[in-house]
T-cell receptor, first 113, second 111 residues
Framework: EPEVTQTPSHQVTQMGQEVILRCVPISNHLYFYWYRQILGQKVEFLVSFYNNEISEKSEIFDDQFSVERPDGSNFTLKIRSTKLEDSAMYFCASSPQPRGGYTFGSGTRLTVV | GNSVTQMEGPVTLSEEAFLTINCTYT??????LFWYVQYPGEGLQLLLK?????DKGSNKGFEATYRKETTSFHLEKGSVQVSDSAVYFC??????????FGTGTRLQVFP
């Protein structure tokens, strides 16, 4: 069964450093998403991406965040200057169509120290 | 705005017991409704979905019916197994395709 692959599974970074979280969506999917889950809290939408541009973003997704699909296969989330409160599990997802139910990756646990 | 409310956990059951996890929603228009499951150490997996009123989603013995009149999408299973122990998330999309999740309900099944 096709999978969404996320790397690394766990990343520890110092406050103020830049991090890039990587995702390889399912190859024939066209819609891409990032979500995050702070420990013990609900899963929150960050951003959706279609046709090489952001479709929608949440208020969490401020100027410190950016997304990119650099080579037609990878889909990355960059946090420019990490804060302690960015510590969370970050999930990538992809879908062949909108509102169809996504396939999620297994997540990257980001720890900012 | 749109939101999802789930019953708080943990829900603790013996194997072969009947499971209900309540989910209600607030939404404008006609949302699509989903249940996702997160097994320990894993990501979110789509369990079932329903896209219009009175639709029943089902998978792996789990069922949920889209009830517009009560704005509910309760998850049920007739006989749970230890392997069903996980966190279950109710979610919706609409009017855009972003998923809005409930807080999750942890299910613990004991032999």
């Amino acid at each position: 069964e096709p999978e969404v692959t996320q790397t690394p599974s766990h990343q520890v970074t110092q406050m103020g450093q830049e991090v890039i979280l990587r995702c390889v969506p399912i190859s024939n999917h066209l819609y891409f998403y990032w979500y995050r889950q702070i420990l013990g809290q609900k899963v929150e939408f960050l951003v959706s991406f279609y046709n090489n541009e952001i479709s929608e973003k949440s208020e969490i997704f401020d100027d410190q965040f950016s997304v990119e699909r650099p080579d037609g296969s990878n889909f990355t989330l960059k946090i420019r200057s990490t804060k302690l409160e960015d510590s969370a599990m970050y999930f990538c997802a992809s879908s062949p169509q909108p509102r169809g139910g996504y396939t999620f990756g297994s997540g990257t646990r980001l720890t900012v120290v | 705005g749109n939101s999802v409310t789930q019953m708080e956990g943990p829900v603790t059951l013996s194997e072969e017991a009947f499971l209900t996890i309540n989910c209600t929603y607030t939404a404008t228009g006609y949302p699509s409704l989903f249940w996702y499951v997160q097994y320990p150490g894993e990501g979110l997996q789509l369990l079932l979905k329903a896209t219009k009123a009175d639709d029943k989603g089902s998978n792996k013995g789990f069922e949920a019916t889209y009830r517009k009149e009560t704005t509910s999408f309760h998850l049920e299973k007739g006989s749970v197994q230890v392997s069903d122990s996980a966190v279950y998330f109710c979610a919706l999309t609409g009017p855009t395709d972003k998923l809005i999740f409930g807080t999750g309900t942890r299910l613990q099944v004991f032999p």
